[in-house]
């Protein structure tokens, strides 16, 4: 049983996943980890100065969603299609960690590249409370390699998540049947 099952089959309704837990989750978690960062404080410490509205829609949520729309369609969709067919060819259809080890790695090298810009920008808008416009500017001034500084860490932890994620849920699931 494939994580698509819970989500329909289709990269579309995995990539739409992604975009609502971008807008409605991820973007104002990181937003209140970043401002704790900048300011020297704890999220709680954030959530007692700031007012509702910008802790609700914080700078960096347009780009926070399209990042997690590769990222989701990845994780739900591309990663297991690669298993499948890696399954198919290299062990008939059986299961193998290796397979799962390696499918969520090449599902990354797709995931990363096309996640890292908006993930950039959207921790520049959210450290520095400005635009799209000025977060782009800004780090094309200050970065010697602008929007595509950290892709390759970035990417390779990318891979681990789309790794344990699905793995730790099939298990958790094969334990509780």
């Known amino acids: 049983e494939r994580l698509t099952a819970f989500l329909g089959k289709g990269p579309l309704a995995a990539c739409l996943a992604g975009a609502v837990g971008g807008l409605c989750v991820a973007s104002q978690i990181e937003g209140c980890i970043t401002k704790a ?3 020297k404080t704890t999220p709680l410490g954030v959530i007692r100065l700031m007012s509702l509205r910008p802790l609700l829609l914080p700078k960096g949520m347009v ?3 399209c990042r997690e729309v590769p990222c989701s369609g990845c994780l739900f969709f591309l990663r297991d299609w690669i298993t499948e067919r890696l399954e198919e060819r290299l062990n008939g259809g059986a299961g193998h960690l290796g397979v799962e080890v390696l499918s969520a790695y090449l599902a990354a090298f797709v995931a990363g590249p096309l996640s890292h ?3 950039v920008v959207a921790a520049r ?3 520095k409370d400005i635009t799209i416009q000025a977060a782009i500017a800004d780090i094309r001034r200050t970065s010697p390699h602008g929007l595509w500084t ?3 860490p970035r990417t390779v932890a990318l891979g681990g998540t789309l790794f344990i994620v699905p793995y730790m849920m099939k298990t958790v699931r094969r334990c509780l049947l």
């Open 63 to 65: 780009m926070t969603m």
């Open 150 to 152: 950290g892709v390759v």
């Open 125 to 127: 808008q959210q450290a």
């Open 117 to 119: 810009p908006q993930s």
């Open 37 to 39: 960062h900048v300011w």
